[in-house]
């Protein structure tokens, strides 16, 4: 489709090309309208026993699923003050809840269909004593 320009078209064209105004950015209103805010949630799991850890991060994962959040930070702590140098059945370098949950959300069918990926944290964010789960979009 070859339309000759319209005399309005051509005086449009020279005011614009003669104008020392700068030029609107359109990209800039696109892209400020696709940049998403991450929906982060936080969990602490310090004090709580293996099975109450894990009821709770069921309960969690499935909230948090259905309420669109992207990313959970689990705070499990090291387990520096837990009592496993009581237990020789126990290995006290390992943190239970550090270990032990990610391996309940592996296992556990229901929560890890909702589940992109774990990983490892920040140090901002708790280090060696948290870990990330990144929940699927609904």
């Known amino acids: 489709m070859n339309k000759k320009?319209?005399?309005d078209d051509l005086i449009a064209w020279e005011k614009?090309?003669?104008?020392?105004?700068?030029?609107?950015?359109?990209?800039?209103?696109?892209d400020r309208k696709n940049n998403i805010?991450?929906?982060?949630?936080?969990?602490?799991?310090h004090g709580c026993s293996l099975d109450e850890a894990n009821k709770k991060i069921k309960i969690l994962i499935n909230k948090?699923?259905?309420?669109?959040?992207?990313?959970?930070?689990?705070?499990?702590?090291?387990?520096?003050?837990?009592?496993t140098i009581?237990?020789?059945?126990?290995?006290?370098?390992?943190?239970?809840?550090?270990?032990?949950?990610?391996?309940y959300i592996k296992?556990?069918?229901d929560i890890k269909n909702k589940i992109?990926?774990?990983?490892?944290?920040?140090?901002k964010d708790g280090g060696e004593g948290a870990f990330y789960i990144f929940l699927k979009n609904l």
């Open 16 to 30: 614009f090309i003669s104008s020392k105004e700068p030029v609107e950015n359109k990209d800039f209103y696109i």
């Open 86 to 103: 009581q237990n020789p059945y126990i290995s006290k370098d390992l943190s239970i809840l550090k270990n032990s949950v990610p391996e």
């Open 5 to 7: 320009p319209t005399p």
């Open 116 to 123: 992109k990926k774990i990983s490892k944290a920040e140090i």
């Open 64 to 83: 948090y699923f259905e309420e669109g959040v992207q990313k959970i930070i689990v705070i499990t702590g090291k387990g520096l003050r837990s009592k």
């Open 107 to 109: 296992n556990n069918r």
């Open 37 to 45: 805010v991450q929906k982060v949630k936080k969990i602490d799991l």
